[in-house]
């Protein structure tokens, strides 16, 4: 009897499984021939930037209008396509361009981020630059709150200056001030002098702060705040106009 249980509770099971994976079948079959429904944007914005619209996505995916979605039949849509024409974009960091089972088409869309601003004397110049050292270009659209950075002589800084050995320490340095948020805030504008020297200006006082060039880049850092809990709570933000952190175990003010 109790062989029997197991056989039948056996069969009842093996039965379940080859009828859900008919059922899954079916609806994949169902899903795959269905013409496509609505066009699902989703765009994320876990930094709270809005250099793209789900307009503009739409806008790319239907090449302005001229190829429609809505109704087209599975055999018409080239999914990979898609997400390539999105990752085009400047600030598309990534793309997944699929399709639901009730037929809708999802694009989702990670946004590129800019950390720094190129900035030039004619502002129609300045360009973006995102983590790993590419331009991006300025957006109608949104303004990002980024630090400026800029040549103190010769010209400007362009993108290619962060893709060599020497650049990418500049580009550290930015990264670290943008993935701080203290530093974030506080550090107004930089400036690459000549001799290849940072030195930056501050939301708060009116100190200049001469880095030296970008190594050491967390202990300069951490040196200027022993400088920010020390010295102006006790002598006052206007004590000192030059702050310099750039030799090993020194903090020279003047």
């Known amino acids: 009897m109790e062989l029997k249980r197991k056989v039948n509770n056996l069969i009842f099971a093996t039965g379940c499984l080859v009828l859900l994976s008919g059922l899954a079948v079916f609806a994949g079959v169902r899903q795959a ?3 496509v429904g609505s066009v699902i944007v989703n765009i994320s914005n876990e930094f709270n930037n809005f250099f793209i619209s789900e307009r503009e996505v739409t806008q790319l995916l239907t090449r302005n209008g001229n190829q429609r979605l809505e ?11 898609l997400e390539a024409r999105l990752k085009a974009h400047s ?15 999802h694009a989702d869309v990670r946004q590129n981020r800019p950390i720094a601003r190129l900035t030039h004397a004619d502002t129609r110049l300045d360009s973006y630059l995102d983590a790993d050292g590419h331009k991006l270009p300025l957006s109608p659209l949104f303004t990002a709150r980024v630090v400026p950075i800029s040549r103190l ?5 362009k993108a290619g ?6 650049g990418q320490r500049y580009l550290e340095m930015l990264r670290y001030i943008d993935e701080h948020p203290f530093w974030r805030a506080q550090v107004a504008e930089v400036f690459v002098g000549p001799n ?4 930056f200006t501050q939301q708060v006082g009116d100190q200049r702060i001469e880095f030296g060039l970008p190594e050491n880049i967390s202990e300069k850092f951490a040196k200027l705040m022993v400088f920010y809990r020390q010295i102006p709570p006790a002598l006052g933000w206007d004590t000192y106009h030059r702050v310099n952190v750039e030799f090993k175990d020194q903090i020279i003010c003047e």
Do not use: M
Request: aromatic fraction near 10%.
């Open 33 to 35: 021939s269905r013409p």
């Open 153 to 157: 002589g010769g010209a400007p800084l």
């Open 196 to 199: 290849g020297k940072v030195s």
């Open 91 to 105: 600030f598309v960091k990534d793309a997944q361009v699929y399709r639901d089972l009730a037929g809708n088409l």
């Open 71 to 81: 109704g087209a039949r599975p055999e018409d849509l080239n999914l990979k396509s």
């Open 161 to 166: 200056f962060f893709q060599d050995s020497t």
